[in-house]
């Protein structure tokens, strides 16, 4: 299994707001469908401001590379990114490969191991 990060940069003068919508709406629909391994959508709080990171997870840089071309040949997903690619000053992609101890290895991504973010409270308790 590989994790692809992607860090975008958002045009400090588009509201981060207003790009979470229209991707939410537009690509996010479109990503889950065709890219699936869909692992989480982010915001930055500290450090470099008007960030965005995402991360997906693929069986391998093939499976990577033919979901990304079905993604690029995608109607729905070219409608998002005429409105948001706009918004998008600079982007970074870094593919990762999980240790032996994460307690993400494999697809699909379930939570496996006690006390990760996957079952943080899943019984209620704070721990």
């Known amino acids: ?75 729905e997903w070219q409608a998002c990114i005429a409105v948001v690619r706009p918004m998008i000053i600079r982007w970074d992609n870094t593919i990762m490969t999980p240790t032996s101890f994460s307690p993400i290895r494999e697809l699909p991504v379930a939570p496996t191991e006690p006390l990760t973010a996957f079952t943080y409270g899943a019984d209620g308790a704070n721990r």
Do not use: C
């Not at 889950?32 to 991360?55: D, S």
């Open 1 to 75: 299994m590989i994790v692809e990060m992607r860090t975008y940069d958002i045009n400090p003068g588009i509201p981060m707001a207003e790009f979470l919508k229209h991707y939410e709406k537009l690509g996010l629909p479109a990503q889950k469908r065709i890219l699936e391994g869909f692992l989480g959508y982010f915001t930055t709080e500290f450090g470099t401001q008007n960030q965005v990171r995402h991360l997906w997870a693929f069986r391998d840089l093939n499976d990577r590379q033919e979901r990304r071309s079905a993604l690029a040949a995608d109607p």
